[in-house]
């Protein structure tokens, strides 16, 4: 079975600064996709930065970029420049590329609250 | 485009009773995920649909039940309510037929249940 750990519930930053979330999963599998989403308190889960298992480059979107350890089975997100609107919870999620349907289901973990101060 | 939209927003139920939850995809998608997150936790998969049929389903017990219309809509049922029940059921849409490995899964803004 999948798992996926968050070790920080809570992390608080000032405005401005750079801040690491971590996040690391266990599968069996070769061939699997990684995501982080956000969660702000609209409820709403917004997909932040996706990484596919078969590439060896982080992916990058923005201010977002990721630290992707794919032996060590790490996956951590970075958020540089942080904004008051990065302010929500952040879940590290995962999913298996097994079928050619494309739509396994997501595992996530517990999530980290992530606050930006002003 | 309006997203994925789903409704009620709130519900408040008792134990015992029966619910359902309801679920319009993203235009152009088919595929329709139903995830459970209790208070202070991730989301966990309740089951998926695609052509009507339930493809994939979590560790949730036959009390959850599910409905996919031909206009790829969704219903959750969930019958005999537990207090356990009490969540946030949040709704996700994909295209369940493209080339790509992958299709994102794009979420609602969810239906906050309570079971009193």
């Known amino acids: 079975a999948q798992t996926v750990t968050q070790s920080q519930p809570e992390m608080s930053v000032q405005e401005a600064e750079t801040v690491t979330l971590s996040c690391t999963y266990d599968t069996s599998e070769n061939n699997y996709y990684l995501f982080w989403y956000k969660q702000p308190p609209s409820r709403q889960m917004i997909l932040v930065i996706r990484?596919?298992?078969?590439?060896?480059q982080n992916a990058t979107e923005n201010r977002f970029s990721v630290n992707f350890q794919k032996a060590a089975k790490s996956f951590s997100l970075k958020i540089s420049d942080s904004q008051l609107g990065d302010t929500a919870m952040y879940f590290c999620a995962f999913t298996t590329s097994i079928s050619n349907f494309g739509n396994e289901k997501l595992t996530f973990g517990t999530g980290t609250r992530l606050t930006i101060i002003p | 485009d309006a997203g994925v939209t789903q409704s009620p927003t709130h519900l408040i139920k008792t134990r015992g009773q029966q619910v359902t939850l309801r679920c319009s995809p993203k235009?152009?998608?088919?595929?329709v995920s139903w995830y459970q997150q209790a208070l202070g936790q991730g989301p966990q998969f309740i089951f998926q649909?695609?052509?009507?049929?339930?493809?994939q389903r979590g560790n949730f017990p036959d009390r959850f039940s599910g409905h996919q219309f031909p206009n790829y809509s969704s219903e959750l049922n969930v019958n005999a309510l537990l207090l356990g029940d009490s969540a946030l059921y949040l709704c996700?849409?994909?295209?369940?037929?493209?080339?790509?490995?992958?299709?994102?899964?794009?979420f609602g803004p969810g239906t906050r249940l309570t079971v009193l």
């Open positions: 649909y695609y052509e009507e049929e339930e493809r």
């Open positions: 996700a849409s994909s295209a369940g037929t493209t080339n790509l490995l992958y299709n994102e899964q794009f």
């Open positions: 990484q596919e298992a078969y590439k060896q």
């Open positions: 235009s152009g998608h088919d595929t």
